[in-house]
């Protein structure tokens, strides 16, 4: 899977692998936007509406829904990798229930065989072995 399609899709499954190196993606590029309007703050003097050093979270914002933007898919792909609708994402929104969600997403195991948001595990990589 291409980064763009992980980060910014909302269709297909991944697992938990997948979505803990999304996670950490996510969180290692909005660290480094976060430097960067740091580092603005202390070097550029913007025009008075952006004035970053009278503590303006303007330029925050866009920063803020780039890291939610990302961060939805990665659940709503995660969730239906579990067999569950997408529209669990939105629980990220919830004050406090990002947290649980993301612990959730990474330890449940999920579906071994394919649904209706995708194909299992090729091969039956992650099958139970059948036995006759």
């Known amino acids: ?24 993606l996510n969180w290692v590029l909005m660290a480094a936007a976060m430097v960067g309007v740091m580092y603005l703050r202390e070097n ?29 898919p990665l659940a709503a792909k995660r969730l239906h990798d579990l067999g569950v609708t997408g529209w669990f994402c939105l629980l990220h929104l919830v004050p406090g229930a990002g947290f649980i969600v993301v612990i959730v997403l990474l330890i449940v195991r999920g579906e071994d065989y394919d649904n209706r948001y995708g194909p299992g595990a090729p091969n039956g990589a992650l099958a139970p072995a059948h036995h006759s």
């Open 1 to 24: 899977m291409n980064l763009f399609k992980l980060l910014w899709s909302f269709d297909g499954r991944i697992g938990r692998i997948a979505y803990a190196g999304g996670l950490l």
């Open 44 to 72: 550029w003097t913007p025009p008075e509406p952006f004035n970053l050093k009278d503590g303006s979270l303007l330029v925050l914002f866009p920063v803020v829904v780039l890291f939610y933007w990302t961060l939805l």
